[in-house]
């Protein structure tokens, strides 16, 4: 059974669309996180999403938002794309007591043109 | 804040062992966690040290020195599957969560 799911596998786009990347998983956790990997490959958090509260990591434009219909899903919604962002973007998930393992999906690629 | 360094790349051959350092500036330390990743798939789980010393799990171990802000992993008898990208990550507490911190990670390379 998958256990962090994401679609699509591949998103290839133009500039200035706008896109949603789907997370879902079965783990039962209570947090739920959007990473990026660059092309230099450095994975970097973008949002932490517990309980319906968001962290956001300040370094992310608006454009990007994150939304969670349930514990199960967060969604990642990106406005106006930009070459800059093409990427991999990876979903995760954890329990929020303690300090826990995360789980990651399998990644998304983003490829805009 | 948290600064996380790791080689760019390493190389060494089947059968060998290779130590990946790490190491880390912290404010207020909650483990330290590696992580694999194989090119084109996602980070899986390795192991997580909370406490100074080795822990061993099968021919991967961790090793900690919360004084000295320094981790490695160690990888034993290696194999052509072993390579992959070793990411060092660290926990930091925010609003009820934790999130990870991630090195650039270590580009590991088995050759025959």
């Known amino acids: 059974d998958t256990a962090v799911s994401q679609t699509p596998k591949y998103l290839v786009t133009q500039m200035g669309n706008d896109k949603s990347i789907k997370c879902e998983q079965n783990?039962?956790?209570?947090?739920m996180y959007w990473y990026k990997q660059d092309s230099k490959k450095f994975l970097k958090i973008m949002f932490s999403?517990?309980?319906?509260?968001?962290?956001i990591n300040e370094t992310v434009p608006n454009r990007f938002s994150p939304k969670s219909p349930d514990k199960a899903h967060l969604n990642l919604h990106i406005n106006s794309l930009e070459l800059g962002d093409s990427a991999v973007y990876f979903c995760?998930?954890?329990?929020?007591?303690?300090?826990?393992?995360?789980?990651f999906g399998p990644g998304t690629r983003l490829l805009v043109l | 804040g948290q600064n996380i360094d790791q080689p760019t790349e390493m190389t060494a051959t089947e059968g060998a062992i290779v130590q990946i350092n790490c190491t880390y500036q912290?404010?207020?330390?909650?483990?330290l966690f590696w992580y694999q990743q194989h090119a084109g798939e996602a980070p899986t789980f390795l192991s997580y040290?909370?406490?100074?010393g080795l822990e061993e799990k099968g021919r991967f171990s961790s090793f900690l020195s919360r004084s000295k802000g320094y981790s490695y992993l160690l990888l034993k008898e290696l194999q052509m599957k072993d390579s992959a990208s070793y990411l060092c990550?660290?926990?930091?507490?925010?609003?009820?969560?934790?999130?990870?911190?991630f090195g650039k990670g270590t580009k590991l390379s088995v050759i025959p």
């Open positions: 783990l039962g956790h209570d947090t």
């Open positions: 040290n909370v406490l100074d």
């Open positions: 912290t404010s207020g330390f909650n483990g």
């Open positions: 990550a660290v926990p930091y507490s925010g609003a009820g969560s934790y999130q990870l911190t």
């Open positions: 995760a998930s954890g329990k929020t007591s303690g300090v826990g393992t995360q789980y």
């Open positions: 999403y517990n309980n319906k509260e968001l962290i």
